[in-house]
C-alpha cells in the first residue's frame, strides 16, 4: 500500500465531527492535497510533538473524536508521549501511524521502525487497542469499526517508502491553521 | 496562593516537568485531580500539550526546570510561537549568581539573555506583587497571543 492511498482511506473514513492533528512531514501534506478540512492541525515544525498536541486537544475536547495522523518518525522521537496517552487515557483519542520505515521529506533516510514494534509498546503504554495493519483491504476493515469502541486506540499501518510527485507544501499561514481549527474546536470565532 | 493567582487569571490546565524548586507549587497541584496537572515526559512534549490545550480553547501553564528551557526551544519558536499558540511558562531559575551543582551553572548565566534572544517576555518572580506579575504577563500573552515567562527564584515555590 502507498502511502496516499493509506491518506486517502483515512480521510474517507473520518468521523464527521472529528479533529485531526497531522505531523509534519509528508503526512501534513498528503491529507491538505487529499482534502482539506477546517478541523485539520497542519503540523509544520515541531517534529516529534503531533502526539502532545493530540493528547492535549483529546483532554480539552473530551466530546470530540480526536484523530492524530503520526508517522513513525515522529513517534520514535517522542516516544514517552506515548506513555502519557496511556497514563491519561483520552477515550476520545485515536492515534494513526503511518509507518514507512523511513524519513520521506528529508530523503528517504531509514528510521528504525522496522525493528522496533511501535504498536506493541503502544499496547504496554497502555491504549486499549493497538493493531498493525499492512494492506488497504484491512486499514480499511479497521477504520469502519475503530470510532465505535473507547480509545485510546493505536493503528500502525505500513505503508511503502516513497513519495507521489506533485504533492505541495500546506499553503496556508500557521496562525490561521491554528485559528480555524480552535473555531471548530471550541465552536466560537475569536 | 500562587495556584490561586494563576486560576484568577484565567488558567486552567498545568502540566510540565518537575524541579525542587517547584516542589511546593507542583505538590498543591498534584494533590487536587480538578486542578489537572499532567506530568510530562519531557518540557518539550508538555509544550506540545499545552499548545494542543490551547487549540482546543484552554489557557495551559507549562512548569519546568531551567535546564529544560534548551529542551524547548524548538518548540517555542516553530510550534507556539509559529501558530500563536499562548503559554505560561514558569521556569525555575538553577544556577543563579553561579552558586548551585556544576549542570547548572552555564545555563543559570545565561538563562536571561536566551530568553530575550527568542523574544519571549518575562518577570522574576516577587513573592510581594505575586498576583499583579501573573496578570500582567496573562495580559501580554493574551494580547500578543504568545508565550511569556515567569522566573522562579531557589526558595520562592519550595
Known amino acids: 500500500m502507498k502511502r496516499i492511498e493509506a491518506v486517502t482511506c483515512i480521510h474517507q473514513h473520518l468521523p464527521g465531527s472529528s479533529l485531526v492533528v497531522a505531523c509534519n512531514g509528508m503526512n501534513s501534506r498528503e491529507l491538505y492535497s487529499v482534502g482539506d478540512r477546517p478541523e485539520h492541525f497542519y503540523m509544520i515544525g515541531s517534529m516529534g510533538l503531533a502526539s502532545s498536541i493530540g493528547l492535549g486537544v483529546a483532554l480539552r475536547r473530551p466530546e470530540r473524536p480526536v484523530v492524530i495522523l503520526d508517522g513513525d518518525g515522529n513517534v520514535l522521537m517522542n516516544l514517552g508521549t506515548l506513555g502519557n496517552i496511556g497514563e491519561s487515557a483520552p477515550a476520545n483519542l485515536f492515534h494513526l501511524v503511518i509507518d514507512n520505515g523511513v524519513h520521506a521529506s528529508t530523503g528517504g533516510q531509514r528510521t528504525i521502525s522496522r525493528e522496533i514494534p511501535l504498536e506493541e509498546i503502544a499496547r504496554s503504554c497502555g491504549y486499549l487497542r493497538s493493531e498493525r495493519v499492512g494492506d488497504l483491504a484491512s486499514l480499511e476493515r479497521s477504520l469502519r469499526s475503530l470510532w465505535r469502541e473507547p480509545g485510546p486506540a493505536f493503528l500502525l499501518i505500513e505503508v511503502e517508502p516513497g513519495n507521489v510527485s506533485g504533492i505541495g507544501r500546506v499553503e496556508m499561514d500557521p496562525p490561521e491553521i491554528a485559528r480555524r481549527f480552535r473555531e471548530c474546536a471550541t465552536g466560537t470565532k475569536s | ?158
Request: hydrophobic share 50%; net charge negative.
Open chain 2, 1 to 158: 496562593m500562587f495556584v490561586s493567582a494563576l486560576h484568577a487569571s484565567g488558567f486552567d490546565f498545568f502540566c510540565g516537568v518537575p524541579c525542587s524548586l517547584l516542589k511546593g507549587v507542583l505538590g498543591i497541584l498534584e494533590d487536587h485531580p480538578a486542578a489537572g496537572y499532567v506530568s510530562a515526559v519531557r518540557e518539550d512534549a508538555a509544550l506540545g500539550l499545552a499548545a494542543g490545550v490551547a487549540l482546543g480553547g484552554g489557557a495551559p501553564v507549562v512548569f519546568m526546570q531551567n535546564s529544560g528551557l534548551g529542551v524547548s526551544v524548538n518548540a517555542l519558536a516553530s510550534l507556539n510561537r509559529m501558530y500563536e499558540l499562548p503559554v505560561l511558562l514558569v521556569i525555575s531559575w538553577r544556577g543563579e549568581g553561579g552558586r548551585d551543582a556544576p549542570e547548572h551553572i552555564q545555563t543559570g548565566a545565561v538563562m536571561n539573555d536566551l530568553l530575550e534572544l527568542i523574544e519571549i517576555p518575562f518577570e522574576v518572580l516577587d513573592c510581594d506583587r505575586i498576583e499583579e506579575q501573573v496578570g500582567e504577563l496573562a495580559r501580554t500573552m493574551r494580547r500578543t497571543r504568545l508565550p511569556v515567562a515567569l522566573v522562579v527564584r531557589r526558595g520562592m515555590l519550595q
